[in-house]
């Protein structure tokens, strides 16, 4: 499963400013006290060193003044993102923004900020969070957790009193308030919900019973069940790890906006026995989905650097002295559906055994800017809320007969925090296991990872509902059979109490699996996830033991991860492999989709008489010039390859008319699922319109058919152009980039989401990290920030940041800053 929302909305983040700018010390030993640090005297404060790129090295007594020095520096970069992110969580978006504006899709799908409020507003009216910070570890946040979140907060509130807002975005805006603990953890709670309630917005705020004010009028014949075939296909569409097909902008409509590549190398297969790993997370370029880099340090305790999802005050995907981990989206649907048999009588109450059990009514007002307050009412379960849609292709009408409740187990789960915490505390593989053992936190990730010991691990633990193929045999609805097996979804018998989900002895909250039932793979040679199932992360060790609700065995696998699979195992056959073969493998920008199919267009497409094709609309389109471009294309979407653009539009156009099953010759075979399926179609009818349609798309756009890829794919960054490198989903480039279409402005003009944090790590015999990083977007988006596009500048050229890890690599970074920053 890839997770799916609307495009979001870049939002800006104020100009970096300090409390005090102090020198550093070179001379230092190397375990001293950085320079610039003291005790604090009273209140919390931290030590804030920051080397090239912005990137700060936060160093504090303990977790409370970590997470201070976390929060001001966050907040330093990106305030106006960030305290968007709290006015969503808390509900108050249509008091600000108006009730039909866009809430930008980065903590739910809701289209509105009506809707967005009515649910978040629900969950706060409700004390949902409250009650989860009451569970005591391990079923709920430790004592650790809760205070870098008490210090974000507060280091958050420090720096709005201390410093002037300068972005534009947010400068003077009323929205702009100071932040506590618990808003803290409820933006938490909404990036655990992403792939479940956070999913289903919509569906739940509308919910009404049949008759009931703003309810669908008609009978039942308008609401009418769902065909299961039809929902079956829109299910699996939604949870396709390859997107949906390409829209009119030229990205997909309802492409997923977070993926990810990820791969481990044992010590078999590299140049000194110590483990690699490459991560390379797709997620959006804008908006509160972004990460932010940063090192963290408690001495004597803690010692990590990576990336955080903004707003979270631990690191999310990093590394340390001995283990360095990322994630990529999983297969496993963390959420499934019940189907109710209404009480006759009554819409509003269900039967379960026979037994009347009435839906309780979660009433929720919610203000408006420049109106009057809208009061809505959401229908809640046993297992969950009552929904009617999982967006707009997967309708689940409310009935008098029938309705349906979602159940999201990581609505019960806080865990996450001390899991990236635990994390960033492992010395080894076993210990990244070990932490995902005892807190079970991650929500809808993947996990591979690599160490200084030579070991790797790929693992899809995930806090998932408890669907086990005999449970789904037993108990599917008729909707269910077709759902279960097509996409994952599973539609349980919500009317008979054998039909819950049960519990597994180490499970730490019911109705979830086990740390001993999640698909693991350790120390083979390489272990590489691209968003597929956990089947084939080494061909040569596939794993199968596992239930549907997992993902899939023995299925198509998609051409990024066919593309993956070719290249890491040619590289772990060589071996001899460092840090430099992964910053290769993440810029080749090699294009599986051209490898596979480039020449069969070129002999097709020039097979043609007379060099003729018919677009979309009827036009005839020569398209002879076209024949002999993409024949000589490099079949790289580097930015001076040439043929690139006209290759990406016109496989764009040929999936988004051809049908998986009709595109090849030679099918799928799951005993050859890295090589097939394989040999273009070129019969079908839709080859010859996308060529046409292609060759339309430029000439409309003045751009020549052979022209260099960086010309038209690009972005603005203070009024300069920066050639962009990589390609979207359904060419299958590892480097994945989805730009925007514009074709008056001459091609692909902005990145909405792509490769983002990307790290390549291994070590040597000391346990300082031989990392490289880059962070695509650069570390703020305030365009007035030196550190707005400095590291997009990188990207452009393919160059990397050397992280600085080690105390003498932080003293010895050209214009090192050291900052105090205390609260007053």
Known sequence: MRIRTRPVVAFGAALLTASALLSPVATARDDARPAGERPSGGGLSATIRYTEYGVPHIR????????????????????????????????????????????????????TNLASDQYFRGVRDAGTVEKLLKLSAPRGMSRDVKELMRGFAAGYNAWLRQNRVTDPACAKADWVR??????????????????????????????????????????????????????????????????????????????????????????????????????????????????????QTIPGELNVSGSSLLGTPMVNIGFNGHVAWSHTVATGVPFNLHELTLDPSDPTAYLVDGKRERMKKRTVTVPVKDGA?????????????????????????????????????????VRLGDTNLRFGQARSTAGILRALRDTQ?????????????????????????????????????????????????AVLDGARGDCALGSDKDALQPGVFGPARMPTLKNAPYAENSNDSAWLSNPDQPLTDYERVFGTIGTQRSLRTRGAIE??????????????????????????????????????????????????????????????????????????????????????????????????????????PVRTPHTLNTATPGFTTALADAVTDLTTAGIPLDARLGDHQFVVRNGKRLPIHGGTESLGVWNKIDPQWNAPAGGYTEVSQGSSHIQAVGWDKTTCPKARTLLTYSQSSNPNSPHYSDQTRLYAKERWVTSRFCERDIRSAPGLRVVKVRER
Not at 444 to 465: E, F, I, K, M, Y
């Open 178 to 295: 100071p932040v506590s603990l618990l808003d803290q953890a409820r933006l938490g709670y909404a990036v655990a919900v992403l792939g479940g309630e956070g999913r289903a917005v919509n569906g739940i705020t509308a919910a009404q019973p049949p008759g009931a004010p703003g309810s669908r009028p008609g009978p039942d014949a308008q609401r009418r069940a769902p065909d299961p075939r039809m929902t079956a296909e829109a299910a699996r569409e939604l949870f396709s790890p390859t997107g949906s097909a390409a829209g009119p902008n030229g990205g997909a409509d309802e492409s997923a906006d977070m993926g990810s590549n990820a791969v481990a190398f044992s010590g078999r297969t590299t140049a000194n026995g110590r483990g690699l790993l490459l991560g390379n997370p797709h997620y959006p370029w804008h908006g509160g989905r972004r990460f932010w880099q940063s090192q």
């Open 441 to 489: 936190g991650a929500p809808w990730v993947n996990t591979v990872a690599a160490d200084r010991h030579g070991n790797s691990l790929l693992t899809q633990s995930q806090v998932l509902p408890r669907i086990t193929d005999d449970l789904a045999a037993r108990c599917s609805t008729a909707l269910g059979k077709i759902t279960y097996p097509a996409a994952g979804v």
């Open 567 to 672: 290249d890491v195992s040619a590289m772990a056959a060589r071996g001899g492999l460092t840090v430099k073969d992964l910053q290769r493998q993440q810029f080749a920008n090699r294009v599986p989709a051209g490898d596979l199919a480039a020449a069969d267009v070129a002999r097709a497409c020039a097979a043609l008489p007379p060099g003729a094709a018919k677009s979309t609309d009827g036009r005839v389109v020569d398209v002879r010039k076209a024949c002999e471009v993409i024949k000589s294309w490099d079949r790289t979407m580097n930015t001076d390859s040439r043929g690139a653009l006209l290759y990406d539009r016109f496989w764009r156009a040929l999936t988004s008319k051809v049908p998986n099953a009709q595109l090849w010759k030679v099918p799928f075979t799951p005993t050859d």
């Open 373 to 413: 307050p809208v009061t809505r009412t959401q229908w809640w379960t046993r297992h969950g809320p009552v929904a009617t849609n999982l967006g707009q292709q997967l309708p689940l009408p409310w009935t008098t007969k029938t309705a349906y409740a979602l159940n999201d187990p990581n609505s019960r789960n």
């Open 60 to 111: 504090a007594k303990d977790y409370a003044n970590l997470g201070f020095g976390n929060g001001w520096a966050q907040a330093a970069d990106q305030v106006c993102t960030l305290a968007e992110g709290f006015v969503t969580v808390r509900g108050e978006r249509s008091r600000h923004f108006g009730a039909q504006g866009d809430p930008g899709g980065d903590l739910s799908s809701a289209s």
